[in-house]
């Protein structure tokens, strides 16, 4: 199709209104702001600019959205933090069962992502989406408190629920909190871009930093407060909490939509639908016409107007990309089995180390009251990501982009992938000195963890510091490198599905963690030698570990072998990253209106490499 010469300035801001991704670069001035609209006579007739306004970005409601993902990430530490405590001892769960089921509440949030993304672009909209989500998300948590509360204690064993009843309600809060998450996460991201209207390529990279940055700091709260909370006084104090903070953001955002602060566009179809059309029809007309026509024509080329089918080529090309996305996100999986031993593996390590703050009576232990609540070791996780985010966005970048250095998003998932490799060696090696220890004289004590009595080491859990210090670091590489990933190598129209599906790559990384757990055990004790036994203490978890850095140093070796042949819709130019020029078909535009086969873009072949 002819390409036809680039539309006035105003006519591209009001065909790109989602960030202003699609401007080329020679409509944004030096400084990276774009130009004013002028009527006739001179005048500046361009909206006036919002309170608390930056570079387009409207900060206090980008805040308020913003604070849904924070109230997300509180409820879900809230709820992982000290899980596998909770199931072992007031469940009566079996460690591995405790691990499965923390595993698989991780994995199911992520999991349900793409469902998520499906609802708010098919028929609800992203905001009622996200109010959906938040009210799933409280009642769930709503639930847990019901499970844990003492009734015994305060009102006699007649009022006494009983274990299978407080398993059910406790299971019923976990999958509505999940179901919640998946309407959450997917579409807290894009809504918030959706708010802004200038936003640049530079300041496209600080609002993913600083989003993950806001991520984190729910889960600093529930880390630093909640998890000590229910350790040291009660879990039902622990979960009601989130559900209060649950109220407050959903108020927030209802107040903020009827003050007409919220801009909540309608649904516009779901993407998913037109990919599986394409690959419907391109399959079809493959079978129909049966060999290639012409020696580089691949099967989706079926679907294109000019080889017998009914949608154009941008359409096709936009369906071709997520062939080419689909393995970064494919191996990114087995990272996140490494980040979830947090919660899990690294979880039961703690409780057998010693969590005391200060010395005391030997013969008295469990009257310490300075103990280390065992998920507050999830603060050095947290930390270094408060502390790096803002460190990494305003200095290290910069500098690097100075020098001609351009850390690219694959090389920073890559950096991600090895720290975490050595986070998980670093483990094992801990498990190693934990077990010599208690072999010495006086090398181990009993240990009260909220009641639950455990044969621990008197190697201090501050060794556990480093291994969650560099799942932190890895995290700051990995994860928002990842977010900035499925939004910028999207077409515009796959952006929602690739969140959810980078969303969903997280989730699979707790179903395969689980299998993997469920595995070893399965397979190690056959052989009589348990690497993941139901007491850690006379099992190998070192081991366990160490196959779990082998699989991600094949997985990275794998990663970088794909990156190396990947190519970037964005390339690093200048220190930005400089999206490649849209032309704009008007023609397209108007076909478009009445099907949609059309396309209101093409893109340019890039020439940029991946890693």
């Known amino acids: 199709m002819e390409e036809r010469a680039l539309p006035r300035e105003d006519d591209l801001l009001e065909r790109t209104p989602l960030l202003s991704l699609d401007l080329p670069p020679s409509y944004s001035h030096q400084d990276g702001s774009y130009p004013r609209h002028q009527d006739v006579k001179g005048r500046d007739d361009s909206p006036p600019r919002e309170p608390w306004n930056n570079n387009g970005v409207p900060v206090f409601i980008t805040f308020c959205i913003f604070m849904v993902e924070v109230c997300e990430r509180i409820a879900y530490y809230a709820i992982v933090s000290n899980?596998?405590?909770?199931?072992?001892?007031?469940?009566?769960?079996?460690?591995?069962?405790?691990v499965i089921i923390s595993l698989v509440f991780s994995g199911s949030g992520c999991f349900l992502s793409p469902l998520g993304g499906y609802l708010a672009d098919s028929c609800a909209g992203r905001y009622r989406t996200i109010v959906g989500g938040c009210l799933l998300l409280a009642c769930g948590m709503a639930l847990l408190p019901v499970a844990a509360f003492p009734y015994v204690e305060l009102f006699g064993e007649e009022y006494d629920l009983g274990q299978e009843t407080e398993r059910g309600v406790f299971l019923i809060g976990l999958f509505l909190v999940a179901v919640g998450q998946g309407g959450i996460k997917p579409n807290v991201g894009p809504f918030a871009a959706q708010q802004t209207t200038e936003m640049t390529m530079e300041t496209e990279r600080s609002f993913f930093n600083w989003f993950f940055w806001m991520l984190n700091l729910g889960a600093g709260f529930s880390l630093a407060v909640i998890a000590w909370i229910q350790q040291d006084a009660s879990f039902w104090i622990g979960f009601l909490i989130p559900v209060i903070t649950s109220g407050i953001t959903l108020l927030t955002l209802l107040i903020c939509r009827c003050a007409?602060?919220?801009?909540?566009?309608?649904?516009?179809?779901?993407?998913?639908?037109?990919?599986?059309?394409?690959?419907?029809?391109?399959v079809k007309n493959r079978l129909r016409h049966g060999s290639h026509r012409h020696v580089d024509q691949g099967i989706l080329d079926y679907a294109k107007e000019e080889f017998g089918g009914r949608w154009c080529e941008t359409?096709?090309?936009?369906?071709r990309t997520l062939g080419r996305l689909v393995p970064i996100f494919l191996l990114q999986i087995m990272y996140r089995v490494v980040f979830f031993q947090m919660q899990t593996s690294y979880f039961l390590q703690g409780e057998r180390m010693d969590l005391r703050l200060f010395s005391s009576d030997e013969e008295d232990p469990e009257n310490e009251p300075w103990s280390m609540p065992v998920a507050a070791l999830?603060?050095?996780?947290?930390?270094?990501v408060m502390v790096l985010v803002p460190t990494m966005d305003k200095i290290v970048y910069p500098f690097l982009d100075r020098k001609g250095i351009h850390l690219t998003m694959l090389k920073r998932i890559g950096i991600g992938m090895f720290l975490g490799i050595v986070s998980i060696c670093v483990a094992a090696f801990v498990e190693i000195a934990r077990k010599r220890v208690m072999e010495e004289d006086g090398g181990s004590f009993q240990q009260v963890v909220a009641g639950e009595a455990f044969e621990s080491s008197t190697l201090s859990i501050f060794w556990q510091v480093p291994q969650f210090t560099l799942i932190g670091l890895a995290e700051v590489f990995a994860m928002t490198a990842g977010i900035q990933f499925a939004y910028?190598?999207?077409?515009?129209?796959?952006?929602?599905?690739?969140?959810?599906?980078?969303?969903?790559?997280?989730?699979?990384?707790?179903?395969?963690?689980?299998?993997?757990?469920?595995?070893?055990?399965?397979?190690?004790?056959?052989?009589?030698?348990?690497?993941?036994?139901?007491?850690?203490?006379?099992?190998?978890?070192?081991?366990?570990?160490?196959?779990?850095?082998?699989?991600?140093?094949?997985?990275?070796?794998?990663?970088?072998?794909?990156?190396?042949?990947?190519?970037?819709?964005a390339t690093p130019t200048n220190g930005q990253l400089i999206r490649k020029l849209y032309v704009i078909e008007e023609e397209d535009d108007m076909m478009l209106a009445a099907t949609p086969n059309g396309s209101t873009r093409s893109r340019r072949n890039s020439n940029s490499s991946g890693f």
């Open 260 to 282: 007409g602060r919220i801009k909540a566009e309608e649904p516009r179809g779901s993407a998913v639908s037109t990919v599986t059309l394409i690959l419907r029809d391109a």
């Open 378 to 384: 999830n603060l050095f996780y947290v930390v270094p």
């Open 488 to 569: 910028t190598e999207a077409p515009r129209d796959l952006r929602g599905l690739l969140q959810g599906c980078f969303s969903l790559t997280v989730g699979l990384g707790g179903y395969m963690g689980s299998v993997v757990a469920e595995v070893v055990n399965v397979a190690t004790d056959a052989g009589g030698d348990d690497w993941f036994p139901e007491e850690l203490n006379d099992g190998f978890v070192e081991r366990y570990f160490f196959l779990l850095a082998a699989m991600l140093a094949v997985n990275l070796a794998a990663f970088i072998s794909v990156a190396r042949g990947y190519t970037y819709v």
């Open 83 to 98: 899980l596998v405590l909770y199931c072992t001892r007031d469940l009566d769960y079996t460690s591995t069962e405790a």
């Open 315 to 319: 359409r096709v090309e936009e369906v």
